[in-house]
Each structure stands twice: as C-alpha cells, then as structure tokens.
C-alpha cells in the first residue's frame, strides 16, 4: 500500500479490505422462512465501530439469489393478500411481543455494529416496535369507505388492497427502527417484502427476521437480501416489485426515487436533513439548554432529526459559554460502557469526512467554541471516536452549514429577529425537522406557521411523531406523495378499488337498454 500514493480515505478502505479474515462469521440471508448462506465472491467486512475490529462479512447477494427472493415474495403474495386480516393482526401481536421480549438482545447488536449507546439503541427498537404495535390495529386502519345511495338502488363503497411484492432500502443509522417503518407496515396490509438493510449494521434485521420465523410469517412473506448499488439497482429495476420505501442519504435517495419511478413503482424517499433548534431569550435556559446538548450530540449526532443547527435570538446569545460547558461534560466512549453519552461514528470515513467539515468551518471564519477532533477514549483507542464540538459565527454560505454534517458537531448562529431566524430555516433546502424554544404561545404559534419545514416541536427538540401520526419531512428531505408509517404508510402500501353496485328488485328492472348517459 506504501509504493502507490493514495489519499487518506482511500488508505482506510484499503486497510478494510486487508483486515479481513476467513474465520469471520458471515451474515445470512433470509429467503422464504430460511436463512441462507450467499454463494457470493463479493463480501463486505464489517467492523465494530468502538474497535474497529472485524466482527462479521455481509455478502454482496448474487443475482440468482436476489431472483430468489423475489420470487419466494411474489409466490407467497396470493394466498398472503387473501389470509384474513384478523390473522395478519394476531402475526403482528405475537410478534411485537417477541420484539419486546428480545429488546435487549437487538440493542446489544445495535451497539456492536453501529456504535450507539445502549439505552439509546433501546430507544431505537422502541421507536420500531411502537410502528409494529399500530399495526395491530390494521383492523381499523385498512378500512375503506362507502356511500349508500348514490343513484336509485345503488351504492358504492371502497377497498384498501395491497399491491404485491414491496421492498425496503434502509440506512445505517437505525439498524431496527427503520426496517420497521417499513416491511411492518408492508405486510400486515397484505404485501409482501425484501428488505435490502444496510450492509454496515444488518445484524438487527437478521434478528427481527428469526422473530418473524417465530412469530408465524408464512414463508416468502418477509424476505432479506444484501449488497450495495448491485441490490439497489435490481430493486429499481424487477419488474415484480411494485413499491419501494428508501430511508438514507440524499444522493442514493434522489437516485432510486428517479430510477424506480421511471421503472413505474410507487418510491417514498426519505433522506438528509439540517435541522435548526431557534433560541428565543424568553426561552427556560434549563430545559433548553438540556434540550440542545442532547439533541445535537446524542447518538453522535448520526440521527436525521439531530438538532445540529442552533439560531440564538437576541439576547439568547448570552447562554451559549453555559451550552460550551454542558457539551463538555458528555461521556465519550464506547456503547457498551455503562456510562457513555455518545459512542463513536459509524467508521474512519465518516470520522474524517466529519473532522474535515468542522475544519472548513474553521478554515471559513466560524469559531471554533469546542473542539472534539483529538479525543482519545481509554481502552477503545483504534474506535471512531469524535467528541462534542461546538463552531460559532457560522454563516449560511460555509460548508460546514451547507452539508449535512452527521457527527457530534453543533453549528451555531446569532440572530437579531424572530423573523431573521425564520428566513434563514426557510433559505435551508431541508425541511425534515426543527424545534423553537420559548414561553410566549404567539411567537411559537408564527414560528410553527411561517417556518416551511414538515416537522415542527415547540420546546420539544426532536418531534418525530408517533405512529398514529406519519414522519413528515418535506423539501429537499423528502421525495413521493406519501410519507412513512400511520395513515400516508398505510396509503402508500394499499391501492383502492372502488366497487358501484346495484340490487334492485325484478319488478323494478326497464327493459329499456341505457344508451344515454344518465341525466
Ligand atoms: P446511504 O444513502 O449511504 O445508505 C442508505 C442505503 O442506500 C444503504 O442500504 C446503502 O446500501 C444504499 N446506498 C448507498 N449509496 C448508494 C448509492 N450511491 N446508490 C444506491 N444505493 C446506495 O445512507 P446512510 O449513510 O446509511 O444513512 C445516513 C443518511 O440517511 C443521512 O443522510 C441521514 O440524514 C439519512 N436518514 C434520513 C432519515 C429520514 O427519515 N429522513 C432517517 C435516517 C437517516
């Protein structure tokens, strides 16, 4: 590797590659209620982000067996689609319990592939299951509609069908919650799925696919496949697979949404955010305060709803010493440990792509309040650890606020106005979330109103609604009509059949043929 010249992420894939070892144990696939070893030349290493150590090799998953898949799902989807939905419902509660009962062991795989803590990554299922839980109430959500007499003896009234095979593209940062938004959603309403999870945390999803076994899933109803662009390519391009759903970054989730749409499939794409906490000066300090360093630095900010933006409002501007100082006290370091606020990034690329951007900003003229770039964390010494770091004076022009940032680095602004703030949350090309802190209800009420951004808290730091509600993010965060989970989840995985019907007695029946529309 020394003799050619290379640059620095190219050197850390290079060693990747040459970690790897022939004692590793591989991830599975699971294709029709089995999992199944890939007979793939093109294996992905996958490494604990604490260690970097190898921990498991994710297959590239061969076209034949990708066809497999496919094929297990659409074979399974007649007899599937016509089970009543009574049945569908009593999967879904033997499986949320089985969820529930296996919370700890999927957090603990959570923490060893992705690196967040554990708690959090408890949180992370917790979100999943409480999708898996609605679901069970798919008796009341698929209803259709009727209008009784819409012309003399006749009526008409409408079905939520499903559409066929669905599949799932998910990202990284939530190795449970977010295939949960999905193949739940997807199959309780009669589809039937291939899930691709992402090849750098699938250990969640292999789990969840055992508790599927369990709790009843006929086989080919749930089905998983891996790889990188191969996969995705063939999800957008199988003429079988009707709908996708995409959470991840910007670049793959503007892609599949054009290449599967162009394919004639239904996408919903969920992707990259920058989301602005505004700081009014009536605001409680206390809770606010708590509010940001949490939601900017938890889960080492690798949360698409991360509060990674503050604007201070006025005379705000005086609490940010007292933020520098909370932001400090986090405990960096491993999931596993029993006290650590936050864990390390997802890799070395990642941690260098997040320490180059806070450089630009310190390269731009930002200040650079807390630097988290040099930490070292006793006994996990080789992990991708960046700590806490706070750039101030930042402006809307500097690369630091232009991208998404992904790692524990808060970017922070002052602003006169209420209506400054508001004009530099709608200038942002992201609208996934953003929260407004005060106590005065008329200045929170404009802010909720004039700010265009599809999910707003108010003194609430990251309002990802429940899934009663759907995740509503908007603009550049979001392509497709229909958002995930709750009622817009239900409507992108159904499709209606609007059925007219007359009965009319003998004695009523013309025997005058209908040429003339009627009038
Ligand atoms: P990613 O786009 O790198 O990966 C997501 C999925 O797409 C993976 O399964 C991956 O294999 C595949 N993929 C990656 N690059 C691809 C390409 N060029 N072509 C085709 N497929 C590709 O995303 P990530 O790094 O795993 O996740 C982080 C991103 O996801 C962040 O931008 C974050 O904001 C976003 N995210 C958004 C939401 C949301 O609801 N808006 C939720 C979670 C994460």
């Known amino acids: 590797i020394r003799c050619i010249k290379l640059t620095s992420s190219q050197s850390l894939h290079f060693a990747r590659c040459f970690a790897s070892s022939a004692n590793i144990p591989t991830t599975k696939m699971f294709i029709n209620n089995e999992f199944v070893e890939s007979k793939t030349k ?3 290493d996958l490494h604990n982000p604490a260690t970097n150590e190898v921990i498991t090799r994710v297959p590239e998953s061969t076209t034949a067996e990708m066809e497999a898949a496919v094929a297990a799902a659409k074979a399974a989807f007649p007899a599937w689609s016509k089970s009543t939905v009574l049945s569908r419902q009593q999967i879904m509660f033997r499986f949320q319990d089985l969820i529930k009962k296996n919370m700890k062991r999927l957090a603990a795989s959570i923490t060893q592939e992705q690196g967040k803590t554990l708690i959090d990554a408890e949180g992370d299922v917790l979100r999943g299951l409480q999708v898996v839980e609605h679901c069970c109430s798919i008796t009341s959500l698929q209803l259709g509609e009727t209008l009784p007499g819409i012309a003399k ?3 008409t009234f409408t079905f939520r069908l499903p559409l066929g095979v669905t599949a799932g593209i998910t990202p990284f940062n939530f190795p449970a919650m977010i295939p949960l938004w999905m193949f739940p959603m997807a199959v309780v309403c009669g589809n039937t799925s291939v899930m691709k999870p992402s090849e750098r945390d699938p250990g969640a999803l292999m789990i969840l696919m055992e508790l599927c076994q369990e709790a009843g899933f006929p086989p080919g109803v749930v089905n998983v496949i891996h790889g990188r662009h191969d996969s995705v390519n063939f999800i957008c391009d199988h003429p079988d697979i009707r709908a996708i759903s995409f959470v991840g970054s910007d670049q793959a989730g503007q892609y599949i ?4 749409s162009k394919n004639g499939k239904r996408v919903q794409s969920n992707m990259g955010a920058k989301n602005h906490g505004v700081v009014m000066p009536d605001a409680n300090k206390e809770s606010t305060l708590t509010s940001l360093v949490g939601a900017a630095f938890g889960a080492a900010g690798q949360r698409c709803m991360a509060l990674s933006t503050a604007i201070f409002v006025g005379e705000a501007k005086q609490w940010i010493p007292e933020l520098v100082e909370r932001a400090k006290k986090l405990k960096v370091t491993a999931g596993t440990e029993p006290d650590a606020d936050l864990g390390p990034l997802i890799s070395p690329e990642a941690k260098k792509r997040v320490c180059d951007l806070i450089q630009s900003g310190v390269d731009a003229g930002a200040k650079l309040l807390l630097d988290g ?6 006994g996990f010494e080789k992990g991708n650890f960046v700590g806490p770091t706070i750039l101030h004076n930042v402006n809307p022009k500097m690369k630091c606020y232009t991208e998404e940032i992904f790692g524990p680095v808060l970017v922070s602004m002052e602003v006169d106005t209420l209506e400054d703030a508001i004009n530099i949350v709608n200038a942002n090309p992201y609208g996934n979330g953003t929260a407004i802190f005060t106590t ?3 200045t929170a009420r404009k ?5 265009d951004v599809g999910q707003v808290g108010v003194n609430v730091p990251i309002p990802v609604p429940l899934p009663m509600f759907s995740f509503t993010g ?4 979001f392509r ?7 009622k817009q989840g239900i409507q992108f995985y159904t499709q209606i059949k609007t059925v007219t019907q007359m009965w009319r007695g003998e004695d009523a029946v013309s025997s005058r043929p209908a040429t003339n529309m009627p009038v």
């Open 440 to 442: 005065n209800g008329a």
């Open 42 to 44: 093109k294996w992905i």
């Open 153 to 155: 003896d006749m009526d």
């Open 447 to 451: 802010y909720t109103m004039e700010c």
């Open 480 to 486: 497709g009509d229909q958002n995930f989970y709750g």
């Open 474 to 477: 908007s603009r550049g965060s």
């Open 257 to 260: 949404y054009e290449r599967g």
């Open 373 to 378: 770039r040099n930490i070292k964390v006793k």
